[in-house]
């Protein structure tokens, strides 16, 4: 009930400039990459492509396969809580979540702002947003 289900993406094949542009296009900041079959294999960041591509002076036909995040995904299925995913999403500092099927399939994302649509707590969403947040108040400590 809460996922975005028209989801924009990108192949580990497709270029810097090209999710660039998608991003710019769509008002987006998160990009998942897919593989032939929709299957997920990573994410792309504004941030990724900020630091990986712009930061390092590569060129804007660099592969995805280069830049993207390639850490632990944070992903869920269409079918968990909503409170669980919070959790999730809480304990790993992450404000995207990507839905998958059970053969790892992409079909939709959900967003701490979709939940925060949906929540019937302010002060659950509120929690949720301030342990997101730590992370990037201690990365903005330590430039």
């Known amino acids: 009930e809460v996922m975005l289900t028209l989801v924009y993406k990108c192949t580990a094949e497709s270029s810097a400039a090209e999710c660039a542009r998608l991003m710019r296009?769509?008002?987006?900041?998160?990009?998942?990459?897919?593989?032939?079959?929709?299957?997920?294999?990573?994410?792309v960041t504004d941030r990724d492509l900020a630091m990986r591509v712009l930061a390092e002076d590569k060129p804007?036909?660099?592969?995805?396969?280069?830049?993207?995040s390639v850490g632990p995904?944070?992903?869920?299925?269409?079918?968990?809580s909503l409170e669980s995913?919070?959790?999730r999403?809480?304990?790993?500092?992450?404000a995207r979540a990507v839905v998958v099927d059970a053969a790892n399939?992409?079909?939709g994302i959900i967003s701490l702002s979709d939940i925060a649509?949906?929540?019937r707590s302010a002060v659950r969403t509120s929690r949720l947003l301030r342990e997101i947040s730590d992370r990037e108040s201690a990365s903005i400590a330590h430039v």
């Open 25 to 43: 296009d769509n008002k987006l900041g998160f990009v998942p990459v897919v593989d032939e079959g929709g299957r997920l294999i990573s994410v």
């Open 60 to 68: 804007g036909s660099t592969p995805l396969r280069e830049v993207a």
């Open 73 to 80: 995904l944070l992903t869920c299925r269409a079918e968990d």
């Open 85 to 87: 995913l919070e959790e």
């Open 89 to 94: 999403m809480g304990a790993q500092k992450r």
């Open 105 to 107: 399939r992409l079909i």
């Open 117 to 119: 649509r949906a929540e």
